[in-house]
């Protein structure tokens, strides 16, 4: 059973900056894509950057220039780093990993509250 733990999430200040990262156990890391999602209140859940196991990585729109994905497969680690945040990026955080057909595995969520 994979797990996932994400850490960095925190309070900080528009314009600065925080680093997300998922440790991940329980099976091949380099076998998954591997996904952030973030969730607003009162919003749904949506698609902030994906990395492919062959490292193409994609970013939704709000996000991109701003916010790098990367994965370590020897430390089996993605990490989000987050740089120019505005109070848009106020959200709980959601590392993924996802392998095809049907293995869908979520974190447990990481604050990161901007502040004006």
């Known amino acids: 059973q994979v797990q996932l733990v994400e850490s960095g999430g925190g309070l900080v200040q528009s314009g600065g900056s925080l680093r997300l990262s998922c440790a991940f156990s329980g099976s091949s890391f380099s076998d998954y894509n591997m996904n952030w999602y973030r969730q607003a209140p009162g919003k749904q859940r949506e698609l902030v950057a994906s990395?492919?196991?062959?490292?193409?990585?994609n970013y939704v729109n709000a996000v991109r220039g701003r916010f790098t994905i990367s994965r370590d497969n020897p430390k089996n680690m993605v990490s989000l780093q987050m740089n120019n945040l505005n109070t848009g990026d106020t959200a709980v955080y959601f590392c993924?990993?996802?392998?095809?057909?049907?293995?869908?595995?979520w974190g447990q969520g990481t604050q990161v509250t901007v502040s004006s």
């Open positions: 993924n990993a996802r392998r095809w057909p049907i293995s869908d595995w």
């Open positions: 990395i492919a196991t062959d490292g193409g990585k």
